[in-house]
């Protein structure tokens, strides 16, 4: 079966989320890989939104928001963002998220904050941004607090940095025990899913590196988008196609194929 990268990036992710999990998801890629690993092998998976929207199955296709109709219709509970993100996200309830980067560094810190010609960290100061983002909604909070989260992200050079503009979500900062001289709550991030590949951090030095590429890749290309020395797994090794079934399931989520783009 045909498939497009969006959707062999979402079945990845979901491949990822275990079930029983206690997750919070945004709308767009994120949600989908959600709702397509309850539908496919987490049945019994806990998702909720930054909003407050507990335990529903979207209706008619992929939610525009993390309070639309479909999200919220047929939800266990329809809180707010307090419940969501102070109770359960910063008390270190939260098992596992997905959020996604318009920038990512070798140690998981994100940016979607702003784009800069001298970033803050090199002039000392925060100016305004060559280019504005949206900023980093929730993920801040799910990268302080949940046990552990995944990050989705384009894989281009100018994504993948050697070091961010701006720490929107903090990963494992400048590596080491760094994070952990914090005292942040939840335990950082457990792997990156770009478009290229699948990424994991170093257990001691934290630095992420590549773990799998994908059939339509190959190393040598995961290598040339990446702005930073990115090492490679001695064990390194192809994902897996979609299967059939992983298909079938994830448009019966992603009904409208809102998410379906072409590449």
């Known amino acids: 079966m045909e498939y497009t990268k969006q959707e062999f990036m979402a079945i990845i992710t979901g491949r990822e989320i275990k079930d029983g999990e206690l997750i919070i998801l945004g709308v767009g890629l994120s949600m989908l890989a959600g709702y397509f690993a309850r539908f496919n092998h ?3 998976l806990r998702p909720f939104t930054e909003g407050g929207v507990y335990g529903s199955t979207p209706v008619g296709g992929l939610p525009w928001g993390i309070e639309c109709n479909r999200i919220s219709a047929n939800a266990t509970s329809f809180t707010n963002a307090i419940d969501a993100l102070g ?17 990512v560094d070798k140690y998981g810190n994100v940016n979607t904050t702003g784009i800069w010609d001298e ?31 995944l990050i989705m992200a384009s894989h281009e050079k100018r994504r993948f940095m050697e ?30 899913i770009s478009t290229l590949g699948i990424l994991r951090p170093d257990p001691q030095t934290k630095e992420f590196y590549l773990e799998a590429y994908y059939p339509s890749t190959t190393i040598e290309e995961v290598k040339e988008n990446t702005a930073w020395d990115l090492k490679i797994s001695p064990d390194v090794k192809m994902v897996p196609e979609p299967t059939k079934e992983e298909l079938k399931n994830l448009r019966a989520i992603d009904t409208t194929g809102s998410l379906r783009k072409k590449g």
């Open 163 to 192: 070091r961010v503009d701006y720490i929107s979500s903090v990963g494992f900062l400048t590596g080491g025990d760094s994070r952990e001289k914090c005292g942040f709550i939840g335990g950082g991030p457990a792997a990156i």
């Open 119 to 149: 970033p803050p960290w090199k002039t000392g100061k925060y100016t305004p941004p060559r280019v504005r983002l949206n900023g980093s909604g929730g993920a801040s909070d799910i990268s302080v607090g949940c046990k552990r989260y």
């Open 87 to 103: 109770f359960l996200v910063l008390s270190g309830r939260a098992d596992n998220a997905v959020i996604g980067a318009a920038q």
């Open 42 to 44: 987490a049945p019994n």
